[in-house]
């Protein structure tokens, strides 16, 4: 019997209907001299520092190097003590069942790194010697699974995949246990969370908003012209800027008695303006980030959820680029697309392709994220917009170059030069996918100019002193974040320069999202709009970490290079872990040696089940910080994230006002009160015609 190991339970529903394994087990389904089984993610982890018997935070524990790394099941919190996830306990039996009845193993774990982990810590924590094979597909189309059934690798080809795995993992804890546990002694009380990945990008965050906020503008001026001949007009603005107003006042006054602005030279150049690339999983982020407001977290549920529905390819990629055998399915992949609303009319104008995102040596794991040919048919909103932004990249990254006509004039008053520009599109060529056809930074220029010649005199109707202020970069959005996090830490815009600095990013296109969302729930950071903020205990470990190695964001970059390197072949996983030892140390002895100001700013509100004034609105909870009560109200409720007024009413009311935006099982949106009831429950309350109703759901 083979036996197929899936990551989760909907991908091995998948795999187990091509290989005709369709009889039900408990924890796995059974055919065909098959039998496929799932884990839940990370079933196995390593082990915490009390499994060691190094219990407590002491100083004279540290740095804690454990020499062999001690592999447990995924463990739950049960009052103060973590202990093994019955569920997770009950699928290991399954597969340990089945991996000794079997002759051979194929891996069905997400084609990645962390999926690879994933297997191959459950295989060691079972002791497992079985041979085993990968399956490596892109998509969960039966057309791909069938394919990648057929053309099975040895599992030791993935070895060097592993060992990056494995030595991201154990960084990862060496890291973050020592220096946590450091900081947490050094602040004297409380618990404090570092990492080696979510620490530079607090640092980040927390640089950009102190140098926004503590940037002081400064103001200066310019002229703008309204001129006018043969019925046209144009507002061109003053080369120069002045920093003091009487200066701008004088020239107003010399312009204004001059009456005439002659065209001193006009300059033509053509652009051409490539296609963008397809989208990796970072790309799409950041664009459904600032379409959209999407977190990027939001963003990868909803494509994981389009990639198991065999509706796009795999999206924790981080390669915006295909390889020619894919690239040649392109065409009959969008073709099932010509009655498309929105965009059939370019799928049908899509002739000769553009082959700009077409390269064999930067597809590596992974091709970029494409759509896979099959339609969606209904689908929630959210989802929608996420998978038509794919399809429209398709479209546009396959479409021909833009092409603009750019013009450039400039006009002289009294030897001053005032510069107005414009432009003409010759051909639309991928722009006209989306129909926008210009960037934001672009829109000012996109006018189209009337006829202009050298000499031209222009009568000039009036002149408008325009007072401006210098600007601070803008706060971090995730968008932004996510750009600087690839970037390690550099602010590109040009797109061949990130593509060459991808292999040193901060954390992987797959981590991203979950190391935000890890600054979120430590209370690092808060959203503000669109805008990333830190918090007070965010910013007080910042300024206490900013100067040390743990924040160093370059380092960081550079252990993530290092692990690209093991996972191809190219260093030592051994020789690594050695330097991440040091590291671990001389962060340690850093953070041992300062003292940690800090402050406990949080309101308090009453809690309906102790009485105390203890109850702490978090991110995700409001929970009371007695540990002998723990009563705890969960924020989102039916969909609809619960504001902090909601929560302080049922905390102090024991209701809520009416909350519109819940949504039903059936993904009805409605609306209703809370309240809380005998046991202290929040439970929707309807008032419908004048009569309330309460009830849960």
């Given at each position: 019997m083979k036996v197929i190991i899936a990551e989760k339970p909907s991908v091995a529903r998948d795999i187990a209907a091509i290989v005709g394994a369709t009889t039900r087990k408990d924890g796995y389904l059974e055919g065909n001299n098959y039998a496929v089984t799932w884990a839940f993610g990370h079933l196995i982890g390593l082990a915490m520092p009390e499994e060691y018997g190094i219990k407590g935070f002491q100083k004279e524990n540290l740095p804690i190097l454990p020499e062999d790394f001690k592999l447990i099941p995924r463990q739950i919190k049960e009052g103060k003590e973590y202990k093994p996830d019955p569920g997770a306990m009950k699928q290991l039996k399954v597969i340990r069942e089945l991996f000794d009845k079997s002759q051979r193993i194929i891996v069905a774990t997400d084609a990645g790194r962390e999926g690879e982990l994933i297997f191959r810590y459950i295989y060691n924590y079972l002791s497992c010697s079985k041979p085993f094979d990968r399956l490596w597909i892109s998509s969960l189309t039966d057309q791909a699974i069938r394919g990648g059934l057929e053309n099975l690798r040895p599992g030791t080809e993935y070895d060097t995949l592993y060992f990056s795995a494995k030595a991201r993992s154990q960084a990862d804890w060496l890291v973050g246990i020592n220096a946590s546990q450091a900081l947490s002694i050094s602040a004297g009380s409380g618990v404090w969370s570092l990492g080696r990945v979510q620490t530079p990008t607090l640092a980040m965050v927390c640089s950009r908003y102190l140098e926004n906020k503590d940037f002081v503008p400064k103001?200066?001026?310019?002229h703008k012209l309204s001129l006018s001949k043969d019925g046209n007009v144009l507002t061109p603005v003053s080369e120069d800027k002045y920093n003091d107003r009487i200066d701008a006042d004088k020239v107003t006054q010399d312009i204004s008695q001059n009456g005439i602005a002659t065209v001193k030279s006009i300059e033509k150049k053509t652009v051409k303006q490539e296609p963008p690339l397809l989208y990796d999983l970072t790309a799409l982020?950041?664009?459904?980030?600032?379409?959209?407001?999407?977190?990027?977290?939001?963003?990868?549920?909803?494509?994981?959820?389009?990639?198991?529905?065999?509706l796009i390819t795999y999206p924790r990629t981080g390669s915006r680029y295909l390889s020619e055998d894919v690239f040649e399915t392109v065409p009959k992949l969008l073709s099932g697309f010509s009655e498309h609303p929105l965009y059939g009319e370019s799928v049908k104008r899509l002739n000769d392709l553009n082959k700009r995102s077409v390269n064999d040596a930067k597809v590596t794991d992974h091709h970029a994220i494409i759509v896979t040919g099959n339609k969606p048919g209904s689908l929630p909103g959210d989802e929608k917009l996420i998978f038509e932004m794919i399809l429209c990249r398709m479209l546009e990254a396959f479409s021909i170059t833009c092409i603009k006509?750019?013009?450039?004039?400039?006009?002289?008053?009294?030897?001053?030069?005032?510069?107005?520009?414009?432009?003409?599109?010759?051909?639309?060529?991928?722009?006209?996918?989306?129909?926008?056809?210009?960037?934001?930074?672009?829109?000012?220029?996109?006018?189209?100019l009337p006829p202009l010649n050298e000499g031209d005199r222009w009568n000039i109707d009036s002149t408008d002193t325009l007072e401006k202020q210098t600007k601070p970069r803008p706060l971090h959005t995730e968008a932004s974040l996510l750009s600087v996090m690839e970037t390690c830490g550099k602010e590109l815009t040009d797109e061949a320069e990130r593509e060459a600095l991808k292999e040193s990013g901060i954390g992987t296109p797959a981590t991203r999202a979950a190391i935000i969302e890890t600054l979120f729930s430590r209370e690092y950071i808060v959203r503000d709009k669109k805008s990333l903020i830190p918090t007070n205990k965010g910013l007080v470990v910042y300024l206490a970490v900013k100067d040390k190695k743990i924040a160093d964001v370059a380092m960081t970059g550079s252990w993530e290079n290092a692990l690209n390197k093991i996972a191809i072949g190219g260093m030592n996983a051994a020789d690594f872990h050695k330097g991440i030892e040091v590291y671990a140390g001389q962060i340690t002895s850093e953070l041992l040696t300062m003292h940690l100001e800090h402050k406990d700013d949080k309101a308090g509100y009453p809690c309906p089940k102790c009485g105390k004034e203890s109850v702490i609105l978090y991110p995700k909870v409001a929970k009371c910080k007695n540990e002998d009560c723990g009563y705890v109200i969960f924020r989102n409720k039916s969909g609809k994230d619960l504001s902090d007024k909601n929560l302080i009413d049922l905390l102090t009311k024991g209701k809520t006002s009416l909350i519109k935006g819940f949504r039903s099982k059936a993904e009805k949106i409605f609306e209703a009160y809370l309240r809380l009831d005998d046991t202290l429950k929040p439970v929707f309350e309807f008032d419908n015609t004048g009569k309330k109703k309460s009830g849960k759901r």
């Open positions: 103001k200066y001026w310019q982020q950041k664009e459904a980030n600032g379409k959209h407001s999407f977190s990027a977290d939001k963003t990868l549920s909803i494509a994981q959820k389009l990639y198991e529905g065999k006509e750019q013009t450039s004039v400039r006009f002289e008053v009294q030897e001053k030069i005032f510069l107005v520009k414009g432009a003409i599109i010759n051909q639309a060529g991928w722009r006209s996918v989306s129909g926008i056809m210009a960037d934001e930074n672009e829109k000012e220029e996109n006018s189209t």
